[in-house]
């Protein structure tokens, strides 16, 4: 066995290998199909202070190498998540269980991470950002940086525990989006969130999404992923979960050697719920073969 | 993981093989979902095209029949994905994944119309066999043209063309429900069909279920893409469904 343990400042995981929210619902789903307790970290669905019904159908479309996804952050509110969803995760012991809060406001978020702050199951919160499937908060976070750092800093005044926020690349300066959230007290970043993206319905000559805009995810976007993990981690010292169209083993070995610190899985649960248990078994293949550390898997020059 | 009630598995083709216009029958081996899987329940498919990253997402298909050790698919072609299944060869390998979703209901001693649309017929074919022993069942398959007509074995399939008949099959339904004295419907095809038959049944006083279907990217309940809007709000066609009571819908 390869030495899997990793730590993203102070959140501590027995292995690299996380699952990306709203991929992976609230981790129940998956355990017909694989061992929750081997996953390094779970991100749960995004959740809102009051319930919310999602986005009007249809919600998914496919497209070369990836999906396109307009959910709209459909969730029970967060007193469901308190009552019925974290006491289901008390059982596995291995298993980090990072909440993913999206609230619409400052006031918002402000909130769910008070709320948060008292949950033992937690224990990290991923603050979202960068969705672009809503009309307000959202992506449109991301493009005012001023509003990003008060945003940080109120949620970081009311949550001790590990912070982690999601970032989107679409944003003009990711490196800038990245140094204000750092400066804020994000102690973590994850990226990268889905790319807005479109599709068009032929027959009836409409938008196919009712909103319109939809977030594109898959290995579609692997690249740009890559690219966002690269510049942030060329910058900062800072840890990174990094998130975009991972689907082998190889696309762990990319994500881990220009950048990040812990890789998420996102579509791929979708297609094969195994998934994260199987690139936790070849990673460690890979490096007992290869005799190489976690540590070693940098960027050579 | 021994208690799963949902397993992936890879699958041998045993048989692949055109019934009607674009509609093919797929035999797979499967030795544990055949033998777990109920009548309602639907497969989510792998689909190899040529380009491999082209269609990623699994396709939902209802059950068909089960033998022991054999799944069957019925389905039509209408894009890539289905496009690219009917190349599959014998001994073909394919990942399927279930079974999903809930069942149709076990009724008992009733009058029972099962009535399919195109390829709604599919998933009712495994419910006509597992209700025929208890049931009197009258099974209707309706197609809009002759060519998609398909070649049924059994005598009690009676099929309706739309096109030859000059209506549609869900047209003389309330007729049909009081000439036969009806009890139950069971009911799976487009959504005009099943929302004028659950509007037939209603009327008469009688239960209807309706199989209904979605764009999904898991199956299991996990990505909520495929929601449909129900009396009580929006509900998975994945786990909430695919079958629901049609007074729930409409």
Redesign the interface.
């Known amino acids: 066995m390869a030495e899997l343990k990793t730590k993203l400042g102070r959140l501590e995981l027995q292995n690299p290998i996380v699952t990306a929210s709203?991929?992976?619902?609230y981790g129940t789903?998956?355990t017909?199909?694989v061992?929750l307790d081997r996953i390094g970290a779970i991100t749960l669905?995004s959740v809102t202070m009051e319930a919310k019904?999602?986005n009007i159908?249809?919600?998914?479309?496919?497209t070369?190498?990836?999906?396109m996804?307009s959910?709209g952050l459909?969730n029970n509110g967060i007193q469901d998540l308190i009552k019925r969803r974290l006491p289901a995760l008390e059982g596995y012991k291995n298993l980090k269980v990072i909440a993913n809060i999206a609230g619409h406001s400052i006031e918002e978020n402000i909130e769910c991470a008070r709320i948060l702050e008292k949950e033992k199951r937690v224990d990290a919160l991923e603050l979202n950002i960068s969705c672009p499937n809503v009309a307000a908060g959202g992506l449109s976070f991301c493009f005012d940086l001023p509003v990003v750092e008060k945003l940080i800093s109120k949620v970081r005044d009311e949550y001790s525990g590990p912070l982690i926020v999601k970032l989107s690349a679409s944003v003009p300066d990711i490196v800038k989006l990245a140094e204000v959230s750092i400066k804020a007290g994000a102690e973590i970043l994850s990226l990268i969130n889905t790319i807005p993206a479109m599709e068009v319905d032929i027959t009836s000559r409409k938008l196919f999404f009712k909103r319109g805009v939809a977030g594109l995810s898959?290995?579609a976007i692997r690249p740009i992923a890559l690219k966002a993990i690269y510049d942030v981690a060329s910058h900062f010292k800072i840890p990174i979960i990094g998130i975009g169209g991972v689907s082998s083993i190889e696309d762990v070995l990319k994500f881990l050697i220009i950048g990040a610190d812990a890789v998420s899985i996102g579509?791929m649960?979708?297609?094969?719920?195994?998934i994260a248990e199987t690139l936790i078994d070849e990673l460690d293949e890979y490096l007992n073969t290869n005799k190489l550390t976690l540590a070693e898997l940098t960027l050579q020059s | 993981m021994s208690d799963a009630t949902k397993i992936i598995e890879i699958s041998d083709v045993i048989k692949s093989k055109q019934l009607a216009k674009d509609t093919f029958l797929l035999v797979l081996n499967s030795s544990h979902i055949s033998s777990m899987a109920t009548p309602g329940q639907f497969v989510n498919i792998s689909i190899q095209t040529k380009l491999p990253s082209a269609n990623m997402l699994k396709r939902p298909f209802g059950v068909h029949n089960c033998g022991k050790n054999k799944l069957e698919i019925l389905y039509k072609v209408k894009g890539e994905g289905t496009n690219a299944m009917t190349s599959l060869a014998v001994g073909d390998k394919v990942e399927v994944m279930g079974p999903l979703g809930n069942r149709f209901s076990i009724c008992k001693n009733k009058k029972v119309l099962i009535i399919g649309g195109g390829m709604g017929i599919a998933p009712l074919y495994f419910l006509y066999n597992q209700l025929k022993e208890h049931n009197d069942i009258i099974m209707i398959h309706g197609v809009k043209t002759s060519d998609e007509v398909i070649p049924w074995t059994e005598s009690h399939i009676k099929t309706h063309v739309d096109d030859v008949e000059g209506y549609f099959v869900c047209e003389n339904i309330d007729k049909y429900i009081k000439k036969e004295k009806i009890q139950h419907i069971m009911a799976c095809g487009p959504i005009p069909m099943m929302k004028s038959i659950a509007e037939s049944a209603i009327k008469a006083g009688i239960t209807a279920e309706v199989s209904l279907e979605a764009r999904m990217a898991c199956g299991f309940g996990a990505c909520l893409g495929c929601v449909i809007n129900t009396k009580n709000g929006y509900k998975k066609v994945c786990t909430d469904g695919p079958v629901f009571n049609a007074s729930d819908i409409w």
């Open positions: 709203g991929t992976f619902g789903e998956f017909d199909f061992d669905k019904i999602g159908p249809p919600r998914i479309a496919e070369p190498s990836g999906m996804n959910i459909e898959g290995p579509m649960n979708f297609i094969n719920p195994k």
